[in-house]
């Protein structure tokens, strides 16, 4: 049987790649990875523990202690750590404005990217991140960066809040957004950055089926 394809989504922080992805997994019965998902889940599990959240060596150590699992879920992914379900926890305010800390240490990246590469070798995966195009499967066959202004990536986030019966600052929000993404872009290790020859897509005033159906027609000319 022919290998399927690994399709690479990237961008910055909610420009709605894990709700795309994983309608784009669905659809085509291939396999959901949230790499931001592992990031956040070594980052909680560091927070719990106390450790210093830019020591490297030692979070690439708790890293090797720890077993991280994506499962597939009914309505959404499972993260769980060490056997224990952390899919509410490592969405925290906590965990998102740390991660970018520990997602920074090239030890620790150095181990996720191994995971990831493992878990993408037999083909058939959509994998969202930062670095998927550029560092994590290079060789995928389709590569895209979502993007959509920062104004619109915090408004869809202030909105899923309210939905959710959370108070929320949109001003705030947008900071948070714009700080997470100049972290993610100025970093040394594998920076957020779009590869040469990814399809980028401008979410801004797209819905999300509309982003996904041009995902999937990408696809079909890749397969
Ligand atoms: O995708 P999400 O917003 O959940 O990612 C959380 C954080 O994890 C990012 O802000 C970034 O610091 C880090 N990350 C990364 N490389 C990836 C995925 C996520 O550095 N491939």
Known sequence: MKKKINIAIDGPAGAGKSTVARQVADNLTFLYIDTGAMYRALTYKAIEKGIDLE????????????????????????????????TTDIRSYDVTNNV?????????????VKRQKLLA??????????????????????KVFLSASVEERAMRRYKELLE???????????????????????REVAPLVKAKDATEIDTTSMTISEVVNSILQLAKERA
């Open 55 to 86: 020591d490297g060596p030692l979070l690439k150590k708790l890293l090797d202690e720890t077993v991280i699992d994506l499962q597939v879920g009914e309505k959404e992914q499972h993260v769980l750590i060490d056997n224990r379900d952390v």
């Open 121 to 142: 070798n037999k083909g058939g995966v959509v994998m969202d991140g930062r670095d998927i195009g550029t560092y994590v499967l290079p060789e995928s066959e389709l």
């Open 100 to 112: 970018s800390f520990v997602a920074r240490q090239s030890e620790v990246r150095k181990e996720m």
């Open 164 to 186: 959710n019966g959370i108070e929320a600052d949109f001003e705030r929000i947008k900071k948070e957004i714009a700080l997470r993404d100049k972290r993610d872009s100025e």
